[in-house]
């Protein structure tokens, strides 16, 4: 069985996250999107919404689990049986550091193989960062994350 791994942050997902679960799921048998717990960031969305909107907007496709993990990917890997990382490149800039980092897993782990998917070209400007600074502004998101996200995100803003 083909067991993958989808890492990232997810603060919050977008348009152009779930675009990479939806052809990554029909790649491989099972999909863990795992979301980074990570200390040193001080994210928007805490750990448990930030896993909760994932699994309300992946409901429907059965292969998708969405967990939660902390400390090395190599690792979490080799814990979860996967033998697949699966990373977006949107840009000739998110390469260099991709590929540093495969290369790096290799070296720890040769059984796990990281599997880049270029971005769709309508998410290609798409990025967590981006979809916050808009919202902040109070400016329209609706081109970058799905319709019941929309306003818990706005929520975050006016707190
Ligand atoms: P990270 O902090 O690990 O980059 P992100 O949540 O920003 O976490 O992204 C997780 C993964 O999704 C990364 O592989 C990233 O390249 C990919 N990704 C982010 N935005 C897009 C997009 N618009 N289209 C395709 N892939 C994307």
Same mark, same amino acid.
């Given at each position: ?14 348009? /152009?996250? =779930?675009?990479?679960?939806?052809? !990554? ?8 999107? +795992?979301?980074?717990?990570?200390? +040193?960031?001080?994210?928007? *969305? ?25 400390? =090395? ?14 990373? /977006? ?12 980092? +495969? ?6 782990? !040769?059984?796990?193989?990281?599997? *880049? ?8 400007? =798409? !990025? !967590? ?19 019941? =996200? ?10």
């Amino acid at each position: 069985m083909r067991r993958a791994i989808y890492p990232g942050s997810f603060d919050p997902v977008t348009y /152009g996250h =779930l675009d990479m679960i939806v052809r !990554s799921a029909k790649i491989v048998d099972e999909l863990i999107v +795992a979301v980074l717990i990570n200390s +040193a960031k001080n994210p928007l *969305f805490s750990i448990e919404e930030r896993v909760s909107m994932l699994e309300e907007m992946t409901k429907d496709i059965p292969n998708v689990k969405i967990q939660s993990f902390e400390g =090395l990917l190599i690792e979490y890997a080799r814990e979860k049986e996967a033998n697949l990382i699966i990373r /977006g490149l949107r840009a000739v800039t998110d390469f260099e550091y991709e590929l540093q980092i +495969a290369q790096t897993n290799r070296i720890v782990n !040769s059984q796990v193989d990281t599997l *880049f998917l270029a971005t769709s070209l309508e998410y290609a400007y =798409l !990025s !967590s960062t981006i979809v916050r600074e808009v919202a902040s502004y109070g400016g329209d998101i609706s081109h970058f994350v799905p319709g019941p =996200l929309i306003e818990r995100i706005y929520a975050k803003y006016k707190q």
